[in-house]
């Protein structure tokens, strides 16, 4: 049977997981994601960078019988830095030391969504949309 936690717990762990990436970074790659946040990247290239707002997201709310912070403003990477199909990013701390924790990438119904998967060097990235969920039920 899996774990049922409370809003106000799901809550809490979101927000404190939110203040965490205030003017943190999202970086985005190319190739196969990890297995695991903690896991070394392989072989993967790096396509953008991208500064969450600071706060980074919103207050916690309902979805469904879950619980979901979006992201507030996420500034684009003006720049890209390679050319690739993005897979994957992670959300780092500011001082990008940190992994967060990472995410699958698209254009729409992903983790995190941009205006376009495919990235030319020195283009810009957009977010069109970012959110983390927590399972409450």
Sequence with gaps: MAMKISTTTADAMLSALAATLNSGLIRIYSGTEPATANTALSG??????????????????????????????????AGSDGDGTATFFRAMNTA??????????????????????????????????????????
Excluded: H
């Design 96 to 137: 990008g030391t940190v992994t967060t924790y990472q995410g699958t990438v698209g254009t729409s119904g992903q983790q995190l969504n941009l205006t376009a998967t495919n990235i030319v060097s020195g283009g810009v990235v957009s977010v069109t949309s970012l959110s983390i969920t927590l399972p409450t039920a």
């Design 44 to 77: 993967n290239t790096q396509l953008a960078e991208l500064t969450f707002g600071n706060p980074a997201f919103g207050t916690p709310a309902a979805s469904g019988s879950d619980r979901i912070i979006t992201a507030n403003a996420i500034t684009q990477d």
